[in-house]
């Protein structure tokens, strides 16, 4: 008995409708039984760990001082979000609070994790005493919860996971450095893993993280044109150091605050992924962070068991392959009451990079018939002897295709503009990132939001001091600042 295929909506008709419907099928994951929540499936978890290794290894791998995880509470006092008046402020309409534990209703009410800068400070403060004790370089891998009101699943959900990373040091310089340290990690996470181009660069004061003296971002352009705030990293200055009385004793004697950061990257990253590359035919997976690399097909009909015996050792030399550059298994599509066309559309939804069919015309030659996720009519026909050199090869060259394509997207939707009738005009149609002269001025910031509904994203860190006029109010602009609606 024949398996029904998995009919896939149509990526070139309806993105939204083609995104929920090939996370779903590919089973990435699944709607949490609460609004909001999402269960994140085997395949899509796989995806996040092969994000962490990579991040760990950077953290891990510094010169300066390795970053090292911990965990801190899920729940915290509320008094504690209290004393940063901008971080409560911020956070207030997303808290979820716990009023009641035990049965009884607490005397104080508990807030569910929206991130962690108050439970950690309260602890830096208990350790932080001496210029000895500096810096303090901590990351932690956990989930948070954050009350939207419009969720899609990896892009915006009640709860997701993350890494927030929260250190301290002696000096601003310092504190400025890793943040900055850790912004290229993020640009390298998403171009060199996700393969996704991002622009790099400071944000607004009213689009800053609440709290944070300021914010630098990565942003992506997904396929409708609309921007996704990839990751940020924040100088938190002193303000929480004041507000949790962290202090320390300098080389001097005397009493000082830290300056501190704090950085996140999530669980969304995945969904800027999944968007951005999949096709008609389902998600495009690129290969570094691929859980399977190849998928092994056999073609059944006769010698079955010869076939599937070739098909094992066909993954056995391909797993000789340098698991650090492509981490992931060789898969075996060996069902038989599965049809050779059937088990050929879930390689496609699931976005493995690599596909290799097997038959007797390939047992009996010692070949393989080889194509690629990217462009799956050029087959090739390779000798198993050079298997797992030409699988090496072949998923870098799916990696970079993958990444010159969403490129080229990148920069064919970025639009310099001098007029506000030409601004308003691509926001009504195609989108994407506009650059314009902005007098940085928060009430004109507002009236392009209210009117177009883009947002300044963020001053490139590349950007030059010009002269020019501001795209709304005309008046003088030293900057050109990226404009864009966003998730």
Not at 6 to 14: D, P, R
Not at 28 to 49: F, H, Q, S
Not at 436 to 444: D, G, I, L, R
Request: proline share 4%; charged share 30%; net charge neutral.
């Amino acid at each position: 008995m024949d398996y029904e295929k998995k009919e896939l909506k149509k990526k070139s008709q309806s993105l939204s409708d083609w995104y929920t419907d090939v996370v779903l099928k590919a089973e990435l994951a699944d709607y949490g039984p609460v609004r909001g929540t999402m269960v994140i499936r085997p395949y899509g978890y796989a995806i996040w760990e092969n994000v962490q290794a990579a991040f760990n290894k950077m953290m891990k791998n510094r010169k300066e001082g390795a970053i090292r995880n911990a965990y801190f509470p899920l729940f915290i006092p509320y008094s504690y979000l209290k004393r940063e008046k901008e971080h409560v402020e911020g956070f207030s309409p997303e808290l979820a609070l716990v009023t009641i534990g035990g049965g009884e209703e607490l005397k104080e009410p508990l807030v569910v994790r929206p991130t962690s800068e108050t439970i950690m400070y309260e602890m830096y403060a208990k350790w932080i005493k001496s210029w000895r004790d500096l810096p303090v370089l901590i990351n932690q891998w956990n989930n948070v919860v954050r009350w939207e009101k419009r969720t899609f699943l990896f892009l915006r959900t009640l709860e997701f996971l993350w890494q927030e990373g929260h250190t301290a040091h002696a000096t601003e310089d310092e504190a400025i450095q890793i943040a900055l340290e850790v912004l290229e990690w993020y640009r390298q996470i998403y171009e060199d893993y996700l393969a996704l181009p991002v622009l790099v660069g400071i944000k607004s004061d009213s689009e800053k993280f609440a709290g944070a003296k300021s914010t630098w971002a990565v942003e992506a352009l997904m396929p409708d044109g609309k921007a996704l705030q990839g990751a940020t990293s924040h100088n938190l200055g002193q303000n929480f150091a004041k507000a949790f009385n962290i202090n320390f004793q300098d080389k001097d004697g005397d009493i000082k605050y830290v300056w501190q950061t704090s950085w996140g990257l999530s669980t969304r990253s995945l969904g800027g992924m999944f968007l951005s590359h999949g096709d008609d035919h389902g998600l495009i997976i690129p290969p570094k962070v691929a859980p399977f690399k190849v998928a092994i097909l056999p073609i059944f009909g006769s010698r079955d068991e010869e076939i599937l015996e070739y098909a094992k050792r066909v993954a056995n030399e391909i797993n000789n392959i340098e698991k650090s550059n492509y981490p992931g298994e060789v898969v075996i599509f060996d069902n038989k009451e599965i049809s050779f066309g059937r088990r050929v559309n879930d390689a496609e939804i699931k976005g493995i990079p690599l596909k290799i069919e097997i038959g007797l015309k390939e047992l009996e030659g010692e070949t393989l018939t080889l194509s690629n996720r990217v462009e799956p009519s050029s087959k090739k026909e390779v000798p198993l002897a050079k298997i797992a050199s030409f699988v090496e090869e072949e998923l870098g060259n799916v990696q970079n295709l993958i990444f010159s394509r969403a490129k080229k997207f990148l920069e064919e939707n970025i639009t310099e503009v001098d007029s506000y009738d030409e601004f308003k005009r691509i926001m009504k149609t195609k989108r994407g990132f506009i650059k314009a002269y902005w007098c940085e001025n928060s009430a004109c910031e507002s009236k392009i939001k209210e009117e177009t509904k883009a947002t300044t994203r963020v001053k490139l860190l590349s950007e030059k001091e010009g002269s020019g006029k501001c795209i709304l109010c005309g008046k003088k602009a030293r900057f050109k600042w990226i404009f864009a609606q966003s998730y």
